[in-house]
């Protein structure tokens, strides 16, 4: 393998597009040796170079050291905490040496009304294969997007032979309200958002600047799993009612065994950059690290700005008391078995 980084400037990270999408482990063990990460259970060995992953999704059963974690960091890989399979995402870190261009453009986009259309209108040409969506208006694309999934349920339903009354659900309790059919909806589609979340935090992009939906935390995680539930979640949901299977970890495992065979993750990956990315630029590769001025657009950080005649001090009462530290006393240097998990 290619030499590994460590603590690297970001130009020397490989970019984005060169990194392997993402590595999923569970019931394993994640260490540091020297500056590979390393995956170890009871059913083998594996070393992985950290510079060459986008992101690492950490599942049920997984132990990882600090160590693994700031050569992670290091590497400008992210790290999320995950369920089976990816299918529920419960928190994520990013290390300093990433840039921040996806996220730049994704918030040129949302912010400005034409552009933010033209991604809105993409994402339902997928949706929508072979329709031109190009002069649709919002109410428009809502308006085939619920005859879509009306048109939908109605063909699974004779598919399967399972009853469809109409879709009824409560947001944040997948089980709260409907028949069991709608519960099944509601946890596949829960599970789904978990995955999206995962590969949206992992490539840098933010999670609450939708195209589609606003007001929420999520709300670009909810318009790129949209792009899959017809062909996912409803589905299966009519299949496993179908077969008596009405808890909500039926709908969690078949999800997550029908994500890995179709390798659903990496396409994700691809269809975030393609809605987010200027076609023919790469906005992957890392930048170094600059302040922003109204006049001179960038200047260089890590330079000290002030008029060298000038200082200033700060009392303890304008400091307030926002941050607090909690440290530990120092341990005697250990094995690399006895480090802290």
Known sequence: MADIWWKADPHDLHRMV??????????????RDENAVVIVNKKETVRVPAAMIAVVLLGPGTRVTHGAIRLLADSGTAVCWVGEQGVRMYAAGLGPSRGAGLLHRQAWLVTRPKERLAVARAMYGMRFPGEDVSTA???????????????LYQEHSRRTGVPWNGRVYKAGDAFAAGDDLNRLLSAANAALYGICHAVVVGLGASPGLGFVHTGSALSFVLDVADLYKA???VPLAFELMAKGLVEECDART??????????????IVRDVKSLLGPEGVDIDTPETSELWDESLGTVPAGVNWSDPTSSISLTPAEMGDHHLAVIGPELEATTPKEQTR
């Open 231 to 233: 062909e996912y979640t």
């Open 18 to 31: 060169d990194r392997v999408s993402s590595v999923y482990v569970e019931r394993s063990h994640v260490d």
């Open 137 to 151: 208006t919002m109410q428009q694309l809502r308006g085939r997007e619920g005859t879509r999934f009306r048109r």
């Open 254 to 267: 078949a999800l997550r065994d029908r994500i890995a065979e179709t390798k659903l993750l990496g396409r």
